[in-house]
């Protein structure tokens, strides 16, 4: 195997694709990442057998081959080359040299064809997203996934196609977070559950312009198709929460509020609450106001601010980290806020669509 290419570019797959590679697995080939010289570009792919990604790098092929070399070593040095061209090449022996300048390098690989297959999607049943609207959807609902394993299913997102959207939620068993995209061509209702490990990594790599990302099911994996690069990854088995009916639209009191003025105001109360102590904070609506108030052994804090009401006054509690979670990620200035009771969860939309949802679930106040 022989090739030349960009320093830029290839750093830029490298860093793709180590997003797959395993730390901790018995195989030592999963430690690797895979180079295939082939046509007029360099192929890399990371496969820890749950992940797998593929990042194709233009390069001039001189001579076609493949070697699997230790990600962590391999991609140190990419890092630290200087700018330029890339050499790389692999002796019958599987030594892979790598030339850049005045720098060069000698490095022990494995047999390529040792390097676990990707899983084969087939695709001849896709759907289509702007890459920025995918990675906002993500970015608004991911925090809510489950990081317990005791229900599987809750650590990844439901991605479900129903009444011509995609549809994105996440469920922890403290809130339920909603997200949804209108799908530019008609496609049959379906639904996968995608693990939030796979999640959180195609989102550091999804661009905020306006590219398409290609998104194909099986019953077992799904491919994200990215142009240059592609992520596969294993579905969680088993049935989702029925969230439907968890979205109720009767309530008792509804307040329209500033989203920014309500996030600062928490933020603002919670300062008093320690790290992993679960201090509420208790929310008071009376009239056009809403007084926030915390109080823990370190002292008390109170906020007030204006709010737009509609129907019974309140008094409620919540963990305020679970509020200030989705407020971050709402674009949204003003949001309403609908609640049924003390002891009822509260549901966050914004004020003029029914895009986003978030239902949060309340404290019970002693006494």
């Known amino acids: 195997m022989r090739l030349t290419c960009s320093n830029v570019d290839l750093l830029n797959g490298v860093n793709i694709v180590s997003k797959a590679v395993s730390n901790r697995t018995t195989l030592p080939i999963l430690e690797c990442i895979l180079l295939e010289a082939e046509g007029n570009y360099l192929k890399l792919t990371g496969n820890d057998l749950e992940i797998g990604i593929e990042s194709k790098v233009i390069a001039n092929v001189e001579k076609t081959g493949s070697i699997a070399l230790e990600a962590k070593i391999f991609s140190e040095i ?5 700018d330029g061209e890339v050499l790389i090449s692999v002796d019958s022996n599987n030594m892979t040299t790598i030339k850049c300048e005045n720098s060069e390098f000698k490095i022990s690989g494995q047999n390529g064809d040792n390097f676990p297959e990707l899983p084969k999607v087939e695709k001849d049943k896709h759907f289509v997203l702007k890459q920025a609207v995918l990675k906002d959807m993500i970015r608004q609902t991911i925090f809510s996934i489950a990081t317990e394993e005791t229900r599987p299913v809750l650590t990844g997102e439901l991605f479900q196609i129903r009444d011509n959207h995609l549809r994105l939620v996440s469920v922890d068993g403290y809130r339920v977070s909603y997200r949804q995209a209108p799908l530019s061509v008609e496609r049959e209702e ?4 995608v693990p939030g ?21 099986t019953n077992k994996h799904i491919l994200f198709d990215l142009g240059d690069s592609m992520v596969v990854s294993r579905l969680l088995e088993g049935e989702f929460l029925k969230y439907e009916n968890s979205f109720f639209e009767d309530c008792e009191t509804m307040i329209q509020v500033n989203r920014r003025e309500l996030l600062m105001s928490i933020e603002r109360a919670a300062l008093i609450t320690r790290e992993g102590r679960k201090n509420p904070i208790k929310i008071d ?3 056009d106001k809403m007084i926030i108030t915390s109080n823990t052994e370190l002292g008390t804090a109170r906020e007030e601010l204006p709010v737009d009401t ?4 309140l008094t409620i509690a919540f963990n305020p980290k679970y509020l200030i979670d989705a407020l971050r990620v709402i674009d949204d200035e003003e949001i309403k806020i609908q609640f049924i009771s003390s002891l009822n969860p509260c549901i966050i939309k914004p004020v003029d669509n029914e895009d986003y949802k978030y239902l949060i679930l309340p404290i019970r106040l002693n006494g």
């Open 285 to 287: 609506i009376t009239g």
């Open 310 to 313: 509609e129907g019974k006054d």
């Open 78 to 82: 990419v890092r630290k080359l200087p």
């Open 190 to 193: 379906q639904e996968v559950i």
């Open 197 to 217: 490990k796979t999640l959180g990594e195609i989102n550091k790599i999804l661009s905020s312009d306006e590219e398409d990302v290609y998104i194909y099911f």
